[in-house]
């Protein structure tokens, strides 16, 4: 069984020297974070989705596609600069990733690389379906096992279906590990920390790393701290995925920028936030989409050097991110004094949380997941705006307003 970073760091050998830890790590750094990719964004940015899984083509007839010769280039510039683990999904590209990257991947030899992908438990039609699925992805990815193998998206909406024995998923999938076509077993998750709490009391022996989202804005505003603590005391490593919530923390204002060039003046916005995720001593795999290949060699050079910040810029950052946050959020603390206040018995904080995040990501698919597991009459769209609530508050927040918001909002998003 894997277990922290002394371990992991044994699975990743530099394809090109051989040497463990590969040529980012020649210097005085022993870990080995950066030695991953996630193809999940190998395209131009202008053909994201929303939600940054998908690419659509508005000028072709497939509506779905990955660019193969774009794609290949930036793994071969992967591969050349060392990185040797690869992050894929049975979703991604709508199904396309896995036998795309199991092409380039072909070009090389099997050992030399990692390669991960993940069971589709975000789509609640998939459970009972583990054996058919994984045999599939094997097929697809043109390989007899998988390096490390995730159980994807642990969240509200599917923590039950995952913890359900009836579907057997944990039990198949464990199965795969004894017989070796599974390495590592692990899960990714975006769920909050009563989720993350269930899954581990029933899994976390069993669980070999997580992969979370963990960058200095969710550091405190999605308690990306409070989720490391609660892996570590499991001694399950941390693979971080959305370093740069998905390019929003590659650019600042001016003034916030500036701040950080005091700071460290040859740093980019970008190297800042590598920077942070390399203070996490839990880290051990960085996995960051890239879009262009372009961007696979800018980070080939971030992490050329591992750089950790020190206690004054994780202080200047944590500064920047409560202002970003604070500016965009509501100032719920949490107190719960309006809770028993409202006739229709909603978790008021726990929506204005949500809210704040719907609101501060510009839409993203976690809030109408979560709002989406709720009964109808414990949603935003089932306050009767009385007030009651907004008369308590002591951060006299305009309660039935939000609620009325954010029930647009999820209208608008269905
Ligand atoms: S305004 Fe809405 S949230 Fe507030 S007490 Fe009334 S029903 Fe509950
Ligand atoms: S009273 Fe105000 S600050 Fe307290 S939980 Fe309710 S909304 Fe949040």
Redesign the pocket.
């Known amino acids: 069984m894997l277990r922290g970073t002394e371990k992991i760091r044994s699975f990743f050998v530099c394809p090109l020297c051989g040497r463990r830890n590969g040529p980012f790590m020649h210097g005085a750094s022993l870990f080995v974070r950066f030695h991953a990719l996630s193809l999940w964004k190998n395209m131009p940015r202008k053909y994201l989705t929303r939600k940054n899984t998908l690419f659509y083509n508005k000028n072709s007839s497939a509506p779905f596609f990955v660019d193969y010769k774009a794609a290949e280039e930036m793994v071969d510039c992967a591969m050349r600069g060392g990185v040797n683990y690869y992050d894929t999904a049975w979703g991604y590209h709508n199904g396309g990733s896995e036998p795309a990257l199991g092409t380039f991947l072909k070009n090389y030899p099997r050992k030399s690389y990692n390669l991960a992908t993940k069971f589709p438990g975000y789509d609640l039609s998939n459970m009972g379906k583990v054996r058919e699925i994984f045999e599939k992805q094997l097929e697809k990815c043109g390989v007899e096992y998988f390096d490390y193998y995730l159980m994807h998206n642990v969240c509200e909406m599917n923590i039950d279906a995952y913890l359900d024995e009836s579907y057997g998923t944990y039990a198949y999938l464990d199965e795969q590990r004894r017989a070796g076509r599974i390495r590592h077993l692990g899960f990714s998750a975006h769920g909050d920390m009563p989720v993350l709490r269930r899954f581990l009391e029933k899994y976390g022996s069993g669980m070999e790393f997580c992969q979370l989202q963990i960058n200095w804005l969710d550091w405190t505003f999605q308690h990306a701290k409070e989720k490391v603590d609660l892996l570590k005391s499991y001694n399950i490593p941390v693979w971080v995925m959305e370093p740069l919530r998905g390019g929003k923390l590659c650019s600042l204002s001016a003034e916030d920028e500036a701040k950080l060039k005091a700071l460290r003046p040859q740093e980019s916005v970008t190297g800042w936030g590598f920077r942070f995720v390399q203070s996490v001593p839990e880290v051990v795999v960085t996995l960051s989409g890239m879009s262009t290949l372009a961007q696979v060699q800018e980070n080939l050079k971030t992490f050329e050097t591992d750089a950790p910040l020190n206690a004054d810029e994780l202080a200047a950052l944590s500064r920047i991110a409560r202002e970003m946050t604070g500016k965009a959020s509501l100032p719920c603390t949490a107190c719960r004094y309006?809770t028993s206040?409202?006739?229709?018995?909603?978790d008021?904080p726990e929506?204005i949380k949500l809210y704040n995040e719907h609101c501060f990501t510009g839409g993203g698919f976690i809030a109408p997941m979560v709002v989406g597991t709720l009964p109808a009459e414990k949603r935003p769209s089932?306050?009767?705006?009385?007030?009651?609530?907004?008369k308590v508050c002591p951060q006299q927040i305009d309660?039935?307003a939000m609620?009325k918001d954010f029930a647009a909002r999820l209208a608008k998003s269905e």
Not at 341 to 346: Q, W
Request: one cysteine or more.
């Open positions: 309006c206040h409202c006739p229709k018995k909603l008021i929506l089932a306050c009767v705006g009385c007030g009651s609530c907004a309660i039935p609620m």
